[in-house]
């Protein structure tokens, strides 16, 4: 995992740099010493060292740059809130790319305290307006965000965009609720949903690990995507919710480049009235198709550069301790 470790290096320096690990009497805590960390214990270091982790996540968010020297998480008004950001700052106490699930609550915790520096240092230009772009994991929606021209228009100027998957209803009611006690209207709040077929979505999240060296296990993957299911009906339904601005993005082809204009389904068309290949239900043969794409996977030459036992592929191990554990963490 040569690209992510070097990440993680990147970042270890960048903690120390701004004291996010301190012993009391000021002496830095080195990786060793703080050992791995998941869960509870995750969470209660991620509280401790709150504002310096804040200030290395923020810090990226004002200056990181793509290759073209444009800023990757900087509109016009604001900033764009990416929870994978937000994850990176735990490899220093065992975050690796691919155990996502031991930092659900330290990730929530930290993001949230994210949104609320993105909304103090936003301008205070109007109106507010707000982007949220959801869909289930690896259906593309950092893709549609960037290549999508409506997306990209409402991107440009927005005072908050927020990149994640939002799998539980509430976390999104409770998001919109947030923005709108900041003075965001209903109608200046944008809702993206982003569809990809399940085995597309998780050849992507493989295909990540290859680029990025962080995915999703396949246990973890095949226990959210249902959450989706009946997402377009909820909504088209949840008032006052449904005051805002409605987007479905079917992102089945996968292989759009820049400039493209990808499809979006008409806002009147909800779920019940034709987009059927909208299905998030997972029958034995999608997960037959999965499993066998994850064993070929892992036979691969790609899986062959993680080669150690730490990292065997987590597709096909048992997860059920993270599963319960998400289970318990989360509301649906």
């Given amino acids: 995992m040569k690209k992510f470790l070097s990440l993680g290096t990147v970042l270890f320096a960048l903690l120390v740099g701004f004291s996010s690990c301190k012993k009391e009497d000021g002496e830095i805590i080195s990786v060793t010493e703080v050992g791995k960390l998941t869960g509870d214990a995750a969470l209660n270091w991620a509280k401790l060292h709150k504002d310096s982790l804040l200030n290395v996540i923020t810090n990226r968010l004002q200056n990181d740059k793509d290759d073209k020297g444009n800023f990757k998480y900087k509109t016009t008004n604001g900033y764009i809130n990416n929870p994978d950001i937000t994850r990176e700052v735990f490899i220093s106490i065992g975050y690796d790319g691919l155990n996502v699930a031991g930092y659900l609550s330290a990730g929530a915790f930290l993001d949230s305290c994210v949104v609320t520096w993105i909304l103090n240092n936003g301008t205070s230009t109007t109106p507010k307006k707000a982007l949220l772009v959801s869909g289930n994991s690896s259906s593309g929606k950092s893709t549609c965000l960037k290549n999508t021209p409506e997306l990209k228009g409402l991107k440009a100027d927005a005072h908050f965009v927020s990149d994640q998957t939002f799998e539980n209803i509430s976390t999104l009611r409770n998001m919109i609720d947030t923005l709108k006690n900041r003075g965001f209207e209903y109608s200046d709040i944008t809702i993206v949903l982003v ?25 973890y993957f095949t226990y959210m995507y249902p959450c989706f299911k009946g997402r377009i009906d909820s909504m088209e339904k949840m008032s006052p919710y449904n005051q805002c601005v409605r987007r479905y993005i079917n992102n089945m082809k996968f292989s759009y480049k820049e400039g493209d204009d990808i499809e979006t389904v008409p806002k009147e068309v909800t779920y019940n009235q034709g987009v059927l290949p909208w299905c998030y239900t997972l029958e034995d043969h999608n997960k037959t198709e999965l499993y066998s794409f994850a064993y070929g996977f892992q036979e691969s030459a790609s899986w062959s550069k993680y080669p150690t036992e730490d990292n065997t592929f987590r597709a096909v191990r048992n997860e059920e301790k993270a599963r319960r554990s998400l289970i318990e963490n989360l509301e649906y």
Avoid: F, P, V
């Fill in 195 to 219: 569809y990809c077929d399940a085995l597309t979505s998780y050849k992507s999240a493989c295909d990540r690990l290859i680029k990025e060296g962080r995915t999703i296990s396949l246990d």
